[in-house]
């Protein structure tokens, strides 16, 4: 059973740094690409950031441009645990912050994704 657990959400003033952890079950986290996905509240749910299947090469992770240079996507395959690493937090940035695993290659198609954890919410304000 594909499983993931996301943690590390809560209230950061702007201009500061919060780490997100998404700890998968073997089956999800090897399954394939993995990503961060976000929703606003009465905002359709928008792509963060992918990373491409453990033991790919070449492929780099890709960002959506609101978060490129401020946000950065890495796996730790030890503890079969994706993380968000967000820098540089903006008022903007507040939403619900979603991990998802699917079969394949990278994806900033949310559809395309069959494993999704429950969130964390994330919240910039001072």
């Known amino acids: 059973q594909a499983q993931l657990v996301e943690s590390g959400g809560g209230l950061v003033q702007p201009g500061g740094s919060l780490r997100l952890s998404c700890v998968a079950s073997?089956?999800?986290?090897?399954?394939?690409?993995m990503g961060w996905f976000r929703q606003a509240p009465g905002k359709e749910r928008e792509f963060v950031g992918t990373i491409p299947p453990v033991h790919w090469g070449g492929v780099s992770p890709d960002y959506a441009d609101s978060v490129k240079g401020r946000f950065t996507i890495y796996r730790d395959n030890a503890k079969n645990t994706l993380y968000l690493q967000m820098t540089s937090l903006k008022p903007e940035d507040t939403a619900v912050y979603y991990c998802?695993?699917?079969?394949?290659?990278?994806?900033?198609?949310?559809?395309?994704?069959?494993?999704w954890g429950q969130g964390t919410q994330v919240t910039v304000s001072s």
């Open positions: 073997e089956r999800s986290f090897y399954i394939g690409a």
């Open positions: 998802a695993a699917r079969t394949g290659t990278v994806s900033a198609i949310d559809r395309d994704y069959q494993y």
